[in-house]
């Protein structure tokens, strides 16, 4: 499966953003999918991943309750609405997927990346 994040940008402390992810070449369902992010200077961590199913999300404690992963399967999609922005969320987010019945957390285990969207969040 190929993947394509869209949806990054600029946008004030306390703003709001929804990254999508694009996904073609094999069927989306079969994948579940994650949100990762690596600011400058620092390793790629966990955002938020999803079931292949939607039936089951989770999230890195630091985005928790401000950032919210959805998918729909029939538009081979992905996406991560973002509130609440904080300066501190500034980085380059990944959109990542596996084919699995399980979610996974960890970046090694995913298989598939999109190329990287931009988010830049000022104070």
């Known amino acids: 499966v190929q993947l394509q994040a869209s949806g990054g940008g600029l946008v004030q402390s306390g703003g709001s953003l929804r990254l999508s992810c694009a996904a073609s070449?094999?069927?989306?369902?079969?994948?579940?999918m994650g949100w990762f992010r690596q600011a400058p200077g620092k390793a790629r961590e966990f955002v938020a991943a999803?079931?292949?199913?939607?039936?089951?999300?989770y999230y890195a404690d630091s985005v928790k309750g401000r950032f919210t992963i959805s998918r729909y399967n029939a538009a081979n999609t992905g996406y991560l609405q973002m509130n609440s922005l904080k300066p501190e969320d500034t980085a380059v987010y990944y959109c990542?997927?596996?084919?699995?019945?399980?979610?996974?957390?960890?970046?090694?285990?995913?298989?598939?990346w999109g190329q990287g969207t931009q988010v830049t969040v000022s104070s």
């Open positions: 990542a997927a596996k084919e699995t019945d399980l979610v996974p957390f960890g970046d090694h285990v995913y298989d598939h």
């Open positions: 070449g094999r069927t989306f369902s079969s994948y579940a």
């Open positions: 999803i079931r292949r199913t939607g039936s089951s999300t």
